[in-house]
């Protein structure tokens, strides 16, 4: 995977989930908010520290995550 800018690991931040630096959003978060149906409007709205950016980086590291993911069976 590539280095991201705004999402960070810290063990001691939601028990190590990747997060949007300087925030407890994780990026788990955003992506069940747009699978629920929330726009990007929506969550800028809901979370007026995130960013347009950090929506976009958040689905840039979920689809590099699945790249890498191994498919079991």
Do not use: H, N, W
């Amino acid at each position: 995977m590539s280095a991201y800018s705004r999402i960070v690991v810290d063990p001691m931040i939601r028990c190590g989930k990747p997060t949007i630096k300087g925030t407890r959003i994780t990026v788990q978060d955003i992506l069940e908010y747009m699978a629920g149906g929330d726009s990007e409007e929506d969550l800028l709205a809901e979370f007026p520290q995130l960013t347009s950016a950090d929506i976009r980086e958040c689905l840039a590291f979920a689809a590099d995550r699945e790249r890498y993911t191994k498919i079991a069976g």
